[in-house]
């Protein structure tokens, strides 16, 4: 009875101190986060951002305007206080459409990321757990799809799918998995060689729980790193791919294809180019300088070797 | 210094490979110079693995070949299977069933998949890319004319990259923490950051029509190409006007490059300066630096002839293949700076869906990307002796 009492005293003990542990590094990683100003600064910019697009009915004192319907009275008006940021060429308010234009806009970045990071990480995690013919296999189809240049295989997709908003998502979504596999397969590797997968091994447990129980736990955190970077580029992608005429169609607005309308007129009314182009800036910036803080985060490695 | 030059040429032959592999593998917690084997004779891995290094070419030569083929399928399912039916296509939409029936005939389509691949591989081994579907000329002969154009600008804008970036990449890493450090590394996140063709479009504002200071776009001038037309031998305009001395035209071209060129520059820019960094201060970290302190080497020997030389190898391969990711990067500035190269070809096929063209130019650039990977993974190979052969 002492040793049972003995060993439960300990397991507990030992959970205990687990949880406290991981409590303990979470109240660290906030304080590291708390002093990168910048990480913050830009986490806050994106919750701003996401909030005013998601409430942009809210926000805004012309949501019809904002989902394209034209008031030709005042076209191409400079900022002023009714119009904060200005009109387009069809005389809707700019703040309005710029809203308007983030829900394609951000909704593909994330999207576009999800999938990404749904196909990705599992063939990775296989590739690198069982290697072998199923590991070749894997990694040279990987290497086909890298060995296309990103933008020219979105472009070469959709415009073989056919402009428009959910195929330039797709599109862009199947050049983007394979940088995911290359990571967690990299990382996949070096974790299974450690003896927690070893004992978990000897003891009997099936292959798929160790993948998802021992390893993807542990090659996690560099691809949600990864990820937060990517939404950015994810998004400066698909407004690029709608700035050649493959996105969302007009009367629909995405920063994109404001930018298209705005080169014929931006001698004229540069404020029209100027504003969208900011935005999409800011909120590329915002997402990589968030994924580098969260790096050195969740990495104290980096951390010490800022 | 004096003293100094016969150490750190010790040391640069420390730093240069083959010891400082061994200090990067050895255990941590060891003496510098007890466990490593510094002062021993260093061994020789070349001796041994000569022949390793020849399978190793070989194997990745015939790696690169299957992601080759491995393209031309990728190119070969878009083209055929993705639209629904090719031969409409090619046709327009008021052609009769008669009429696409014959046509499929003509182009192979009604043949098995297989054996359409096949066909089209041997093709593609010609270099017979098939026909544009807009304007009815072999395609490879369209690309002839527009690539020049477009390597001329990515040239240029790895040129601009590498001169701007390296060294202030360079100056990040020994002011680290600094001010200036944090400047530089948030010019270089705001330049990977910034939309491209927003950037352009913001230049051409600010220089183009308020100052009037460069041209807005083209290639060269109206005047240029009617009275001092440049001859074409390379298709790369600089180079074709140095060779004819047509100076004029060369000052023109020059100045039409300026824009394009840093627009383009500037991914490359954030990524070099990125890339020097890091590399860097992983030199600085390791031990033949520490010892080079230690003697009190000057600073800027310490920096420049040891951490920078180990630094730039691997930055100098990763801007290898930027250089390929800026042709397609080179897609949207083109249509901005209405630069007559693959871009604007690509993007006029988009638009008329001109499908042969679209496949084409992406098989194109991805073959190019597969050998300009492979040269730079044997230049490595082979420059680097501090690269394992798996």
Same mark, same amino acid.
């Given at each position: ?230 939404? !950015? ?43 969208? !182009? ?29 | ?52 290094? #020849? ?62 691949? #096949? ?66 590394? #948030? ?180 073959? #190019? ?22």
């Amino acid at each position: 009875m002492i040793i049972l009492e003995k060993v439960l005293n300990i397991t507990s003990s030992s959970l205990f101190n687990r949880l406290e542990i991981r409590f303990q590094e979470y109240v660290l990683m906030w304080r590291v986060f708390k002093r990168d100003y910048l990480s913050l600064v830009s986490f806050i910019v994106i919750v701003l951002i996401v909030l005013a697009v998601i409430f942009a009915p809210i926000v805004t004192p012309y949501p019809e305007q904002g989902e394209g319907l034209p008031n030709l009275e005042s076209r191409l008006q400079a900022p002023s206080t009714e119009h904060p940021l200005g009109t387009d060429e069809l005389g809707r308010d700019l703040f309005a459409r710029i809203l308007y234009g983030g829900r394609p806009s951000l909704t593909l970045g994330f999207l576009v990321v999800m999938i990404a990071c749904a196909i990705g990480i599992p063939l990775g995690a296989i590739a690198g757990y069982f290697g072998g013919w199923i590991g070749q296999v894997i990694m040279r189809i990987t290497d086909m799809f890298l060995s296309f240049p990103a933008l020219l295989l979105a472009i070469t997709i959709s415009a073989a799918l056919g402009p428009s908003f959910t195929n330039a998502m797709i599109a862009i979504a199947l050049t983007w998995w394979p940088q995911y596999t290359r990571l967690v397969r990299a990382q996949t590797i070096s974790v299974k060689e450690l003896t927690f997968v070893e004992a978990a091994k000897a003891t009997g447990v099936s292959d798929l729980s160790i993948i998802l129980r021992h390893i993807l736990p542990n090659v996690i955190t560099v691809s949600i790193v990864q990820a937060t970077m990517d939404m !950015g580029s994810a998004v400066l992608m698909g407004s690029a791919l709608s700035f050649i005429g493959l996105g969302i169609q007009p009367p629909k607005a995405d920063w994109g294809n404001m930018l298209t309308s705005a080169r014929i007129y931006f001698s004229n009314a540069p404020w029209f180019a100027l504003y969208p !182009g900011i935005t999409l800036l800011l909120v590329a910036l915002s997402f990589n300088l968030l994924g580098d803080g969260l790096r050195d985060i969740i990495d104290p490695q980096s951390r010490r070797q800022r | 210094m004096g003293d100094n030059t016969h150490l750190l040429e010790y040391i640069t032959s420390l730093s240069g490979g083959r010891i400082s592999k061994y200090i990067q593998n050895s255990p941590p917690g060891g003496g510098l110079l007890g466990n490593y084997g510094l002062f021993r004779q260093p061994l020789s891995w070349n001796k041994g693995t000569n022949l390793n290094k #020849f399978e190793f070419v070989i194997k990745r030569l015939i790696l690169a070949v299957v992601v080759v083929i491995g393209v031309t399928i990728i190119t070969f399912a878009i083209a055929r299977l993705v639209p629904s039916s090719p031969a409409r296509l090619w046709l327009g939409p008021r052609a009769t069933p008669e009429q696409v029936v014959l046509t499929s005939q003509k182009l192979g389509l009604d043949r098995p998949l297989y054996e359409q691949y #096949f066909i089209y591989l041997g093709q593609v081994v010609r270099g017979d890319f098939g026909i544009s579907i807009k304007s009815h000329q072999p395609i490879i002969k369209d690309i002839k004319v527009f690539l020049p154009a477009t390597l001329e600008l990515v040239f240029f804008s790895m040129i601009l990259a590498v001169s701007i970036g390296i060294p202030l990449g360079v100056l990040s890493a020994t002011k680290k923490n600094t001010i200036l450090d944090h400047l530089i590394r #948030f010019f270089a996140v705001f330049n990977a950051s910034t939309p491209v063709f927003w950037f352009a479009l913001i230049l051409q504002l600010f220089l183009v029509e308020k100052y009037n200071l460069l041209p807005l776009g083209g290639r060269v001038s109206q005047d240029i190409s009617l009275f001092n037309p440049i001859e074409t031998i390379t298709g790369f305009y600089i180079i074709d006007s140095i060779l004819t001395q047509n100076w004029v035209a060369l000052k023109d071209a020059l100045v039409h490059l300026i824009l394009p060129g840093i627009v383009l520059a500037s991914a490359s820019i954030g990524l070099a300066i990125r890339l020097t960094r890091a590399n860097m201060i992983e030199v600085m970290e390791q031990k033949f630096i520490t010892m080079a302190w230690a003697f009190g080497l000057d600073p800027k020997l310490v920096y420049y002839r040891l951490a920078l030389k180990n630094a730039i190898v691997p930055t100098l391969m990763v801007l290898g293949l930027a250089f390929v990711w800026s042709i397609t990067g080179a897609i949207l500035v083109e249509i901005i700076f209405l630069w007559p190269g693959l871009g604007n070809y690509l993007t006029r096929a988009v638009l008329n869906f001109d499908f042969p063209v679209i496949v084409s130019i992406s098989l194109v650039v991805s073959i #190019f990307y597969v050998i300009v990977n492979f040269l730079l993974d044997m230049l490595q190979t082979f420059i680097d002796p501090r690269v394992a052969i798996e």
